[in-house]
């Protein structure tokens, strides 16, 4: 059963993309319009708070934990903060399909218009149908002193509420409900993969369909727009994979990197971006409007957002079952570059899960080896768990084809 959200001075309810930038316009600094007629907000915040973030579960959950009566006093203190404040309230699905959709809300102060903005473009719209299942709510506004960084991540995942002190980062919204589905997707037999998902036509004609698994500066997201061969994107970061190799989508729009966008490249990433109608944060844009995509000087965590309607793609209802999984492991020293995995090795390396941080997880990741075992910097528990409900689910998927890249 869904919380009641907590009273507000005023609260608007499913505002437009035009009346939010108006907002965002008339009281929001750091806000530079950009030679594409879009939005750049400079935030404080430039990725990801991992150590701020806190789990609140009955169940053994081998992450960072609070007791139920320390959060009840944070949720007090954030509900009285909201109580005179002007809420912007966007609701929507995470995922599409009628069979494997979630109700989600996120419940936000107006003065930080462009977060709720970005969220709305991610968001499947709701139906008559919709209930609200998974609840995140935001106070940028409202730091959390003697906490990391004196801002707080409240992950409550028996009411399904997260909560949000002191963060003025996109992320923290899109990670919100994502960090919950994991959860959601895990008790339902499945697991919640960080990957993109795209089509393409096999010598025979017929629809196929490939996960990417990677993180952050591994070739995930370019490896999934990349439209060589008549193949299209599908999916930009999170999927559910089910026994029999069905796979369910989450989001109706990118969350997109842009340092380092090049229209070349990326041609479809770049072209999303670019538009009017897109949303930007951190992202390098001189004075005059001008963006420079290769200026890190501030961070190179800059991001965007923008529906996929936006761009050509395939529909993410009624996706074929996968294919192929691939593997994306960033280690320069190791060879081959591509090798196909048997059952034992993929849950292996899948558990491996080497990389090199970068701006996604802040300063203190950056240019480090690392290793994140599923891909999932967002998994809700114990990784072991991961790796054996992959081979689980990889034992129900005979004729599925694993390599590691």
Same mark, same amino acid.
């Given at each position: 059963?869904?919380?009641?959200?907590?009273?507000?001075?005023?609260?608007?309810?499913?505002?437009?993309?035009?009346?939010?930038?108006?907002?965002?316009?008339?009281?929001?600094?750091?806000?530079?319009?950009?030679?594409?007629?879009?939005?750049?907000?400079?935030?404080? !915040?430039?990725?990801? *708070?991992?150590?701020?973030?806190?789990?609140?579960?009955?169940?053994?959950?081998?992450?960072?934990?609070?007791?139920?009566?320390?959060?009840?006093?944070?949720?007090?203190?954030?509900?009285?903060?909201? $109580?005179?404040?002007?809420?912007?309230?966007?609701?929507?699905?995470?995922?599409?399909?009628?069979?494997?959709?979630?109700?989600?809300?996120?419940?936000?102060?107006?003065?930080?218009?462009?977060?709720?903005?970005?969220?709305?473009?991610?968001?499947?719209?709701?139906?008559?149908?919709?209930?609200?299942?998974?609840?995140?709510?935001?106070?940028?506004?409202?730091? $959390?002193?003697? =906490?990391?960084?004196?801002?707080?991540?409240?992950?409550?995942?028996?009411?399904?509420?997260?909560? !949000?002190?002191?963060?003025?980062?996109?992320?923290?919204?899109?990670?919100?409900?994502?960090?919950?589905?994991?959860?959601?997707?895990?008790?339902?037999?499945?697991?919640?993969?960080?990957?993109?998902? =795209?089509?393409?036509?096999?010598?025979?004609?017929?629809?196929?369909?490939? @996960?990417?698994?990677?993180?952050?500066?591994?070739?995930?997201?370019?490896?999934?727009?990349?439209?060589?061969?008549?193949?299209?994107?599908?999916?930009?970061?999170?999927? $559910?994979?089910?026994?029999?190799?069905? !796979?369910?989508?989450?989001?109706?729009?990118?969350?997109?990197?842009?340092?380092?966008?090049?229209?070349?490249?990326?041609?479809?990433?770049?072209?999303?971006?670019?538009?009017?109608?897109?949303? *930007?944060?951190?992202?390098?844009?001189?004075?005059?409007?001008?963006?420079?995509?290769?200026?890190?000087?501030?961070?190179?965590?800059?991001?965007?957002?923008?529906?996929?309607?936006?761009?050509?793609?395939?529909?993410?209802?009624?996706?074929?079952?996968?294919?192929?999984?691939?593997?994306?492991?960033?280690?320069?020293?190791?060879?081959? $570059?591509?090798?196909?995995?048997?059952?034992?090795?993929?849950?292996?390396?899948?558990?491996?899960?080497?990389? =090199?941080?970068?701006?996604?997880?802040?300063?203190?990741?950056?240019?480090?080896?690392?290793?994140?075992?599923?891909?999932?910097?967002?998994?809700?528990?114990?990784?072991?768990?991961?790796?054996?409900?992959?081979?689980?689910?990889?034992?129900?998927?005979?004729?599925?084809?694993?390599? @590691?890249?």
């Amino acid at each position: 059963m869904s919380i009641a959200l907590p009273a507000a001075r005023s609260v608007a309810v499913n505002p437009t993309q035009a009346q939010m930038r108006e907002w965002v316009l008339e009281h929001m600094p750091r806000i530079t319009e950009t030679e594409f007629g879009n939005l750049n907000y400079k935030a404080e !915040v430039k990725a990801r *708070l991992a150590s701020s973030t806190f789990f609140i579960a009955e169940e053994e959950i081998y992450q960072n934990r609070m007791p139920r009566a320390e959060h009840d006093e944070w949720a007090a203190r954030q509900d009285e903060y909201i $109580a005179d404040k002007d809420m912007i309230l966007i609701e929507g699905y995470i995922g599409p399909d009628p069979s494997f959709q979630t109700g989600a809300a996120l419940y936000m102060e107006r003065t930080q218009a462009n977060i709720p903005a970005m969220q709305q473009q991610l968001y499947f719209p709701k139906d008559g149908n919709w209930t609200r299942e998974f609840t995140v709510i935001y106070t940028p506004g409202l730091p $959390a002193p003697g =906490k990391p960084n004196d801002r707080l991540n409240l992950v409550d995942l028996e009411n399904y509420v997260t909560r !949000v002190f002191g963060s003025d980062y996109f992320g923290e919204s899109k990670m919100g409900g994502l960090r919950m589905w994991n959860h959601l997707v895990y008790k339902r037999g499945g697991l919640a993969l960080h990957s993109g998902l =795209k089509t393409f036509p096999d010598v025979n004609g017929e629809e196929k369909v490939a @996960l990417i698994l990677g993180l952050s500066g591994t070739g995930k997201t370019t490896t999934t727009f990349r439209q060589q061969l008549g193949s299209l994107p599908v999916q930009d970061d999170f999927n $559910a994979l089910m026994p029999g190799g069905y !796979v369910y989508t989450t989001e109706n729009g990118c969350f997109a990197k842009t340092f380092g966008l090049d229209p070349d490249d990326e041609p479809t990433i770049y072209g999303g971006t670019t538009r009017p109608d897109a949303w *930007l944060e951190n992202t390098h844009v001189n004075p005059d409007g001008r963006v420079d995509f290769f200026d890190d000087s501030d961070t190179a965590n800059g991001r965007s957002t923008f529906g996929l309607a936006s761009i050509r793609h395939r529909s993410p209802v009624d996706v074929p079952p996968a294919s192929y999984l691939l593997l994306l492991n960033r280690n320069e020293n190791l060879i081959p $570059a591509v090798a196909k995995l048997k059952r034992e090795q993929a849950a292996a390396y899948f558990m491996l899960g080497e990389t =090199k941080g970068t701006s996604a997880g802040g300063k203190e990741e950056m240019g480090k080896n690392l290793r994140v075992p599923g891909t999932n910097p967002f998994f809700f528990n114990n990784d072991a768990m991961q790796g054996n409900r992959l081979l689980e689910l990889l034992e129900t998927m005979p004729d599925l084809e694993v390599s @590691l890249m």
